[in-house]
């Protein structure tokens, strides 16, 4: 099948792109502005394939200066989205720790005494910063839920009627032919779960393009197909992820917390971990959790953490009471420009997160896609004026040019050596944000980048001096028999206290999924997630793709093979990123290969 | 073999999935938050869309028309879910769909669609539907409309539809008891409202969605518009199942083991 635009997955970078491009489809008289390659005289073809099952399934705690977005929307339409809110108030908060169980290093131990003496320094076991780094701040910002919003970009670009958007229909592959990007192999259907042909089955069809956009985010099948076949940029790589795990709740009835607030805090449950709470109207909230790919626990999770860190003081005292609405959780790209792939090629080119647009220094991201597909479409459009086809050349004079020339890139260059001193400890990484954040990106604190599976310590080395390595087999023997997960027989072990679930917010991972996540496992597709060499499972001691899996979709068999069940998983992507095992040096390929599928997450407020 | 008009009526349901909250305001029950909350075909009306699309590639010179009365907004996404599955034409009702519409405002409206249908041969027409809706399961409108559209030979709870070579119809249809009653209908027009039928759902075909695309969009453009006020329809309250959840995922264990593990359950409660 023939298409003159192909776009892959469909977020606020493809949102971006198709209603820049979309606008300029058509002439002031409503006539096509365009013709199609294939037959002229109809109007130009544009479709976009999306995975997941709906527009609105996509994750993201957003709060956003929202530049690009009230560019494209000068008067304000996405505010009639239920969940949006201007900011209205910001704090920074230095969660100290309420336990006995968080691994805090001595000069955080220090300053959390330093505070707890400091007369009103500290309130609900939290020091409020007093004040926002600029880099940091959202002011004149909003906060909103990306899936509302995803699916209101969606509709206004249905009603159109200038380009077609298919939910549910996962791409597995791009096409090349010289060289050349020439279009996507959608997903084979109607198979078993190793991909062999079952009742209703229906190849993959391709789509031949002249351009194929992918944007299909940081753990895209499609944007790592592409980096596999060309190549990173020299000195480009990927190596710094985090899997962000969200909630939305509904607040007590009394809550003080007015719509519009944004709480940022560091520090709890691990000084590795970050999180968020925002404030939407009808008293709704989002709060999560960041665990990031430098936080060298080789038994770390997120779900367990989540719970621990809703119920810090200081937020437990907005949260109690509450109940889940929602849940999802994602993968995120936070190299930022390091990990910027070749933009454009031949036939393709690439956008959003998975081409490194997110910012680690002002921590966002959605803005930032958005304003890379609009760069985008206003290249092709100005390639379609001129009758050029989509080459290399042609894309790296209109959109790469415009992106080099845009506050996204500039922007993203000053936060390129932020996060450097994270490296080597937390206390060293929040000092490096904000050398950098105040000198515009000129210093930063000195620390190398490791890909993640280069720097997973052994348990006995990160448990060193609060369990010994007898301790450690024991307890990893017992799970091994009860199916107990051993992050959390770890956490018990050193002090973490038991997560008593009240069935409303506090509930069962599992619960998570169903209530809040509302996951699906869209039948007739094969398993996305796939280990390409079980033997190396069955020696693997780290195991971190099953402790990180956000749907405790992959579990370990009595056999020793790392087992997937394709009906929890949401999709995040991060096993793909905690694999400790390497099997190609060259492209840094890991064991575990996250493919193309449907299904997934089925909350649309996420 | 005959060929046959097919008509499938679905009217568009909030995605179970969702946080749903009716909310009564001055112009009536609604849903907080209705207008981006996902919709789904109604699942019952699914399976009659399924079977119209099978019965119309097993006739050929068939055709097989979408009836609807929804938001348009709500419309055109659903669309995007349906329109690579099956091609149909699209007759688009701009109306509520909350499910607090009265069955019989929502009959009427459709009726006009379906009388607007050019072409339409009557003596050919078989009218699919839910048997039921999971939206608030009146499961009345079809009945409705058949009675509007002058349709007599009704059929609810189908679960199997056989052409026979002298072009009968013969017709599985779910009775009380657990039982099926066999109906042999000489011919169409007929109303059939759809159980589970037999066809699974369909795979994403994006040749077909992309044809119908052409078609539907623009049909949806020219959605006629109907209020259905409700006028005599008085919903005295509305709520939703509560529900405490601690569940557990488990696979491959014994019918016996469940069935034990929720007695004991049951047991526990108070």
């Known amino acids: 099948m023939d298409a003159d635009i192909v776009c892959v997955g469909f977020g606020p970078a493809t949102g971006g792109f198709l209603t820049t491009l979309s606008r300029g489809l058509a002439k002031s008289d409503g006539s096509p502005a365009f013709e199609n390659r294939i037959s002229p005289g109809s109007p130009l073809q544009v479709v976009c394939y999306e995975r997941s099952d709906d527009l609105g399934y996509g994750v993201s705690g957003v709060v956003s200066r929202a530049r690009s977005l009230k560019a494209s929307f000068p008067n304000g339409e996405f505010s009639q989205l239920p969940f949006y809110s201007p900011v209205t108030e910001e704090k920074v908060l230095y969660l100290l720790d309420p336990g006995k169980a968080s691994r805090r290093p001595s000069l955080m131990r220090a300053a959390d005494a330093i505070l707890k003496r400091l007369p009103g320094a500290v309130t609900d076991g939290a020091f409020a910063l007093p004040y926002v780094p600029p880099y940091l701040h959202k002011k004149d910002g909003m906060v909103f839920s990306l899936g509302q919003f995803n699916q209101w970009v969606g509709s206004q670009l249905m009603a159109s009627g200038l380009v077609q958007l298919w939910p549910g229909t996962p791409v597995a592959r791009a096409l090349f032919e010289d060289g050349k990007v020439v279009g996507i192999r959608l997903a084979d259907q109607g198979v078993d779960k190793e991909g062999r042909p079952a009742a209703g089955f229906l190849p993959g069809m391709d789509i031949r393009a002249g351009l194929t956009v992918v944007g299909d985010g940081p753990v895209g099948p499609i944007g790592r197909q592409l980096d596999m076949h060309f190549g990173m940029p020299p000195g480009h790589a990927a190596y710094e992820w985090a899997l962000g795990m969200k909630v939305v709740v509904d607040l007590p009835a009394d809550t003080s917390l007015k719509a519009g607030t944004v709480l940022h805090t560091m520090g709890y449950p691990e000084p590795e971990i970050f999180g968020f709470l925002y404030v939407y109207p009808g008293n709704v909230a989002t709060g999560g959790i960041f665990v990031p790919s430098w936080f060298d626990n080789p038994a770390r999770t997120s779900y367990r953490y989540l719970q621990h860190w809703m119920q810090h003081p200081a937020l437990w005292k907005h949260l109690k009471g509450a109940s889940l609405r929602s849940w999802g959780a994602k993968s995120l790209q936070e190299s930022g420009l390091r990990g910027e792939p070749y933009l454009v090629g031949n036939g393709f080119a690439r956008i959003g997160e998975g081409s490194g647009s997110t910012n680690v220094l002002t921590n966002s991201g959605v803005d930032e896609a958005w304003e890379t597909g609009?760069?985008?479409?206003?290249?092709?459009?100005?390639?379609?004026?001129?009758?050029?086809?989509?080459?290399?050349?042609?894309?790296?004079?209109?959109?790469?040019?415009?992106?080099?020339?845009?506050?996204?890139?500039?922007?993203?260059?000053?936060?390129?050596?932020?996060?450097?001193?994270?490296?080597?400890?937390?206390?060293?990484?929040?000092?490096?944000?904000?050398?950098?954040?105040l000198t515009g990106g000129f210093l930063g604190w000195p620390g190398r980048p490791l890909a993640p599976y280069e720097r997973i310590p052994s348990l006995a080395d990160f448990y060193r001096g609060r369990l010994t390595e007898e301790e450690i087999d024991e307890i990893r023997k017992n799970c091994q028999l009860t199916g107990q997960s051993l992050h959390d027989a770890l956490m018990d072990r050193v002090g973490?206290?038991?997560?008593?679930?009240?069935?409303?917010?506090?509930?069962?991972?599992?619960?998570?999924?169903?209530?809040?996540?509302?996951?699906?496992?869209?039948?007739?597709?094969?398993?996305?997630?796939?280990?390409?060499?079980p033997q190396l499972c069955?020696?693997?001691?780290?195991?971190?793709?099953?402790?990180?899996?956000?749907?405790?979709?992959?579990?370990?068999?009595?056999?020793?093979?790392?087992?997937?069940?394709?009906?929890?998983?949401?999709?995040?992507?991060?096993?793909?990123?905690?694999?400790?095992?390497?099997?190609?040096?060259?492209?840094?390929?890991?064991?575990?290969?996250?493919?193309?599928?449907?299904?997934?997450?089925?909350s649309a407020e996420n | 073999?005959?060929?046959?008009?097919?008509?499938?009526?679905?009217?568009?349901?909030?995605?179970?999935?969702?946080?749903?909250?009716?909310?009564?305001?001055?112009?009536?029950?609604?849903?907080?938050?209705?207008?981006?909350?996902?919709?789904?075909?109604?699942?019952?009306?699914?399976?009659?869309?399924?079977?119209?699309?099978?019965?119309?590639?097993?006739?050929?010179?068939?055709?097989?028309?979408?009836?609807?009365?929804?938001?348009?907004?709500?419309?055109?996404?659903?669309?995007?879910?349906?329109?690579?599955?099956?091609?149909?034409?699209?007759?688009?009702?701009?109306?509520?769909?909350?499910?607090?519409?009265?069955?019989?405002?929502?009959?009427?409206?459709?009726?006009?669609a379906v009388q607007s249908i050019e072409g339409l041969d009557r003596s050919r027409l078989l009218l699919f539907g839910g048997w039921e809706s999971a939206s608030r399961g009146a499961g009345a409108t079809l009945s409705v409309l058949g009675e509007k559209l002058g349709l007599t030979e009704q059929f609810q709870g189908v679960d199997k539809l056989t052409v026979d070579g002298d072009g009968s119809l013969e017709i599985l249809e779910r009775v009380e008891g657990g039982k099926h009653q066999v109906s042999v209908l000489s011919s169409p027009p007929a109303v059939l409202g759809w159980a589970t039928g037999g066809r699974a759902e369909p795979p994403n075909?994006?040749?077909?969605?992309?044809?119908?695309?052409?078609?539907?969009?623009?049909?949806?453009?020219?959605?006629?518009?109907?209020?259905?006020?409700?006028?005599?329809?008085?919903?005295?309250?509305?709520?939703?199942?509560?529900?405490?959840?601690?569940?557990?995922?488990?696979?491959?264990?014994?019918?016996?083991?469940?069935?034990?593990?929720?007695?004991?359950?049951?047991?526990?409660?108070?």
């Open chain 1, 374 to 437: 609009a760069q985008l479409a206003e290249g092709v459009l100005e390639l379609l004026r001129e009758k050029k086809t989509f080459t290399k050349t042609d894309l790296e004079q209109t959109y790469v040019r415009r992106r080099r020339q845009s506050w996204v890139y500039r922007e993203g260059q000053m936060a390129e050596k932020a996060r450097d001193g994270f490296q080597k400890g937390f206390v060293q990484g929040v000092a490096g944000m904000l050398i950098s954040g």
């Open chain 2, 1 to 112: 073999m005959a060929f046959f008009h097919i008509v499938v009526c679905g009217g568009l349901v909030p995605d179970p999935l969702q946080t749903l909250e009716p909310v009564s305001g001055p112009a009536g029950w609604s849903l907080k938050n209705e207008s981006l909350l996902p919709s789904i075909l109604d699942p019952w009306a699914a399976n009659a869309l399924y079977e119209a699309d099978a019965l119309a590639k097993a006739n050929p010179g068939s055709k097989v028309w979408l009836a609807s009365a929804a938001p348009k907004v709500k419309l055109q996404q659903v669309l995007m879910a349906l329109a690579q599955k099956a091609p149909f034409e699209l007759l688009p009702v701009d109306a509520p769909a909350g499910g607090f519409t009265d069955a019989v405002e929502c009959a009427l409206a459709l009726a006009g």
């Open chain 1, 496 to 533: 973490w206290p038991p997560v008593e679930l009240d069935g409303h917010l506090l509930v069962s991972h599992q619960d998570a999924l169903l209530v809040g996540g509302k996951v699906q496992a869209t039948p007739g597709f094969a398993d996305h997630v796939v280990v390409l060499k």
């Open chain 2, 205 to 270: 075909n994006p040749q077909i969605g992309m044809a119908n695309m052409r078609a539907l969009m623009p049909s949806l453009q020219k959605a006629r518009a109907a209020k259905l006020p409700g006028d005599g329809l008085t919903l005295k309250s509305v709520s939703l199942p509560r529900q405490k959840r601690n569940t557990q995922v488990v696979k491959d264990m014994p019918v016996e083991q469940i069935a034990v593990e929720i007695v004991e359950w049951i047991k526990k409660k108070p």
């Open chain 1, 538 to 602: 069955k020696v693997c001691d780290r195991r971190l793709c099953v402790d990180m899996c956000s749907g405790q979709a992959l579990g370990v068999a009595e056999d020793g093979e790392i087992r997937f069940d394709r009906e929890k998983c949401v999709h995040c992507g991060a096993c793909l990123w905690n694999c400790a095992k390497l099997i190609d040096a060259l492209t840094g390929r890991s064991n575990l290969d996250f493919g193309a599928g449907a299904g997934g997450l089925h």
